[in-house]
């Protein structure tokens, strides 16, 4: 996953590297067109497909705007699986969903290449899960971290007389957009499923099952596949229609 | 194949359940970039890329704009290589192409996870592709089709006085304009090769054989890579040029 | 590599072919998106892609405006690694870097399906090198090339007065200038790093290290991770901020 979009051949430089150290790997591209620097839309977009995945896999995150500073680089693990990212906030949805993670610090002695003060992602991300996936282990290429890891967050605020202030976490391809309500904290709010969420023109009462719930145009609150709390518009663009951005902030009554 | 983009996480949580059930399998990405909701332009792909397959892949198709009401799931099987792909004509051009095809309707009886209303080609679709892969067969998850599956038309209509209104298929990323015509019905027709297609300004003569036929900038009908008759203007964008669009009328005289 | 876009089924079409050919090939997609018929940024995205893959990689570059005219197909040998592109200068970074290249020229006897006149990725380009993979010789589709392949040049002009005239080879996803500028001519021009770049609002001084040497938003110069020297604004796009396109004239004081 990365946000170098795929005109150029950094992915391809990425993926060279890896066959070379790692003839037998598969590679499977998750998504190289994360908006660029955007660390909040990388951090959910791994959060969402992380679970999916089997152990033994690495997932190789590079968002980097701080490359060649002296950022550090992390390699998680977590149900024998591996993250590897740069120490920035980009697993801050994992750091809040996996609390048994074990974090580490790349370090650069296994690397016996040039390594750019610009392109990390070829000389040492990519590098890290390839000599893992050759049969390295963690703690030859990486040691415990002794700082915690640089963490963003988003939380719900209560605003009392059964008021929650929500933030939108993501705005997806469709326009559907997502909220950083997650069905359990709503669950353990003991919430009703008669809620209503305010909109610019009014609003958009209870939580419906799927799109089809509503004719087409409407809009509708539902769990998304994720089990965040989503506002759609069926078989339209929700965020458009409704001008609602990324990190917004919506009042929900219930 | 889909219409996610590749932007999102969805693509990414589709291949880890795949992997997590078929770790042996190959994945291939045939395009995310099928325009929202667009069946039509779906179907003339898998149509295209179909053939070149070898026997044993598995199609996976996720447009789904009625992901969570009642529309079937289908499994087909034809010379040993399967679809599978939501019941709303996406697979329109393959039962146009090909007589001999098996059809089935997924169940669900075989899934131990949830499934979500949102989001069947990480629950359902690939998932079924992906059991396929590790070895169960197609009545182990699917039951014989009972009712017809839903199919759009798009026949070219006999004018007279040697004229056939044709339409708009497809227009493709070089601005290309692929119609209804195949070279098979242009044949069955008994049409010499002597035809003009009226477009804005004036008519296109004959049918030549390559782009480079014609000058730079100059338009030409030609058979495209499918066997479809398709406009296309030598370097340029002819279906920007002529402001033409899918599902548009066109005159072809002979 | 193509310029196919990915939202059609052509680079699908491509991979099918391979499979069916070679059926335990791994293919890597480089990327679709290189502009259209843009043979300069292909061949700088080829050239920074080639030296991470390892041995016994086969790369096909599909950019292709003379398909179906009689321009050649060439299969060039470098290092245990093999290219197949068009005869239209797409390699022509990767002749001025690589010296002891040997380049055919690809036949057709080889092929028992039809060749269509429109899309030669499919009919030819990407079988080529599935039957490479699949155990075939070079030398039994191709015969050595008897006249040089098209070439274009980019010099760099030394205008005297301590000046040399850049061009700008590539803008990348970033916005970031690649100019024709190599780290080695650089030295083997013997220049010390204390250099200017006329841009339109004043001069960029000196030669940094990494992207944050600088303050967000500001500019600088520093070698691109393939050693071109680059023009990049931190947290910015340069090329957008300043104006800057592919093929500029650049005048590096020093």
Chains 1, 2, 3 share one sequence.
Not at 79 to 95: E, H, M, Q, R
Not at 192 to 202: D, I, M, N, R, S
Not at 239 to 251: G, H, Q, T
Request: with cysteine; proline share 5%.
């Amino acid at each position: 996953m990365t946000d170098f979009g795929t005109e150029d051949g950094y992915v391809g430089a990425m993926k060279g590297r890896i066959f070379s150290i790692a003839p037998q790997a598969t590679i499977v591209d998750i998504t190289h067109q994360i908006p660029r620097y955007n660390i909040r839309f990388a951090s959910f977009t791994l959060l969402n497909i992380f679970p999916y995945f089997p152990e033994g896999s690495i997932h190789v995150v590079v968002i980097d705007p701080g490359v060649g500073s002296r950022r550090r680089a992390l390699l998680m693990e977590v149900g024998g699986k591996i993250i590897i990212c740069p120490d920035n906030g980009v697993a801050s949805l994992i750091f809040d969903r996996y609390k048994e993670l074990k974090i580490y610090s790349i370090g650069t002695d296994w690397i016996s290449w040039d390594i750019s003060t610009t392109f990390h992602g070829r000389d040492i991300f990519a590098p890290a899960a390839a000599v893992l996936a050759a049969g390295k282990e963690p703690d030859e290429i990486a040691s415990p971290l002794n700082e915690p890891p640089v963490n963003f967050m988003l939380p719900i605020s209560l605003l009392g007389q059964k008021r929650l202030q929500l933030r939108v976490l993501h705005i997806d391809h469709f326009g559907n957009i997502i909220t950083n309500l997650h069905k359990s904290q709503f669950e353990e709010l003991g919430i009703h499923e008669g809620v209503k969420l305010k909109v610019t023109h009014g609003f958009i009462y209870g939580i419906k099952k799927t799109y089809s719930d509503v004719g087409r145009g409407q809009y509708l609150l539902l769990w998304d596949s994720s089990g965040y709390l989503e506002i759609a518009q069926n078989q339209g663009n929700a965020a458009l229609s409704m001008n609602i951005k990324e990190n917004d902030e919506l009042i929900l009554e219930y």
